[in-house]
């Protein structure tokens, strides 16, 4: 891994670690101070949200991405062409969720959810910069915006304000570093101009090209949120808010992984030759695994005595899907190398086929584990979805590259294990 990229993933991380203190110090604060119960129904309408953004941004994370890495001003043009069709679509697919909710007790913090996301997915700028290996203007932009977000927490909840002024801090927390972000874009990268036509040809690219990313983005949204919706429905609200701390705490880590992943994979799309696309998408997953199993050893040591502590004997039931989604986040990390590496075949169409099977198994399995062992088979059926996702369903695209991949992957680690 070259100079560059690695200088560019611990920019990446340096950010993540101030989300870290902000976990511990704030969240945890917050979540004692309100209690399961609301922070429930605070993480259910957040991923209400999170999965209109995603269906909204049409794909266009993974074609900004690519497009980038190839040519910098097309993938500028693209940014700037898109960014009314994906408010847009925000915007219809939101209405039916905020009239349905309208007389719910919980409504402030599905407002606060749904302006949050939508700052979200209208903030396609922070692509530009990782893709553009310059993560540093993201960092110093995000770890403004999450100071900013994260002391208006703490003053809430150490001043004991009403849990209705969480709004303010849930808004500000992505509405910050998209202000910045769009501010710094247009007066340094924006130059470049659009005609009417080219903002058509711009929106139809992503329209065709985004269709597949989109089914696979719900999918992968809907089986890893399926959970949450599940234990609301057949749980309630206090379940969902324990769960959605082991489900943060178990997620807290992965910036390590996708900061190398993100940083690495510029040089994998721009290489030509498969061969070596392969060998390098193979040592990137040996990095993922070894990186993962020290942060899974640690969690199983510490985290009962970390939720303890910090969240307080209400949380505790969070300790055991903890660590079942801590190896969750390592295969959905490797599940998002592969992802990418069948888009470098252009797997469009493959993806989008596989996402429907994914989704449907999504359901059944989380239904029915969900049932029987309540938040523990939550974590249970992410972790299999996770793994099935990974590798039977990978290994029908293009007569097993994914498969090949993955047997070199086993390969690397033992001559690694064994340097």
């Not at 710094?184 to 470049?192: M, N, P, R, S, T």
Request: net charge positive.
């Amino acid at each position: 891994m070259n100079r560059r990229i690695l200088n560019n993933s611990f920019w990446m991380m340096a950010e993540k670690i101030i989300s870290i203190f902000g976990l511990i110090f704030v969240t945890s604060f917050v979540a004692k101070y309100v209690g399961p119960s609301i922070y429930g129904d605070i993480a259910l309408s957040l991923s209400i949200f999170q999965l209109i953004q995603i269906v909204s941004l049409m794909g266009s994370d993974v074609i900004i991405f690519k497009r980038i890495s190839k040519n910098i001003n097309s993938g500028v043009s693209l940014i700037k062409a898109t960014g009314r069709i994906r408010l847009l679509i925000y915007l219809i697919l939101s209405a039916p969720v905020l009239i349905y909710f309208f007389s719910s007790s919980g409504y402030i913090y599905i407002l606060a959810s749904f302006l949050s996301c939508m700052f979200l997915s209208l903030d396609v700028y922070a692509i530009y910069y990782d893709a553009c290996l310059r993560s540093k203007v993201n960092t110093i932009i995000n770890i403004f915006g999450l100071i900013f977000s994260l002391g208006i927490r703490w003053a809430i909840a150490f001043f004991k304000y009403p849990a209705e002024w969480l709004f303010v801090p849930i808004v500000l927390t992505s509405f910050v570093p998209f202000l910045c972000r769009f501010i710094f874009f247009q007066l340094y990268e924006g130059a470049v101009k659009l005609t009417k036509k080219k903002k058509g040809l711009y929106t139809k690219h992503l329209l065709s090209s985004g269709s597949a990313f989109v089914l696979t983005s719900i999918s992968v949204a809907l089986y890893t949120r399926m959970s949450i919706f599940l234990l609301g429905y057949l749980q309630g609200k206090d379940v969902v808010g324990i769960f959605s701390i082991a489900a943060t705490l178990a997620t807290s880590w992965s910036f390590i992984l996708y900061a190398f992943i993100t940083s690495s994979l510029p040089s994998i799309f721009s290489e030509k030759d498969k061969l070596l696309a392969e060998k390098k998408t193979a040592n990137l997953n040996v990095l993922i695994i070894m990186m993962s199993f020290g942060v899974i050893f640690l969690a199983i040591i510490l985290a009962k005595k970390f939720i303890l502590y910090f969240y307080g004997v209400e949380y505790t039931d969070a300790f055991y899907p903890l660590v079942i989604l801590c190896f969750s986040t390592m295969l959905s990390a490797l599940g998002a190398i592969a992802a990418r590496y069948i888009a470098y075949f252009s797997g469009y169409s493959f993806l989008s086929k596989k996402t429907l099977v994914v989704t449907m198994l999504s359901v059944i399995l989380n239904y029915l584990f969900i049932y029987k062992w309540g938040m523990l088979g939550a974590a249970v059926s992410t972790l299999l979805v996770e793994l099935f996702s990974l590798t039977i369903l990978n290994y029908f695209f293009a007569r097993g590259v994914v498969y090949k991949l993955h047997k070199r992957t086993v390969v690397y680690g033992i001559k690694f294990k064994f340097k």
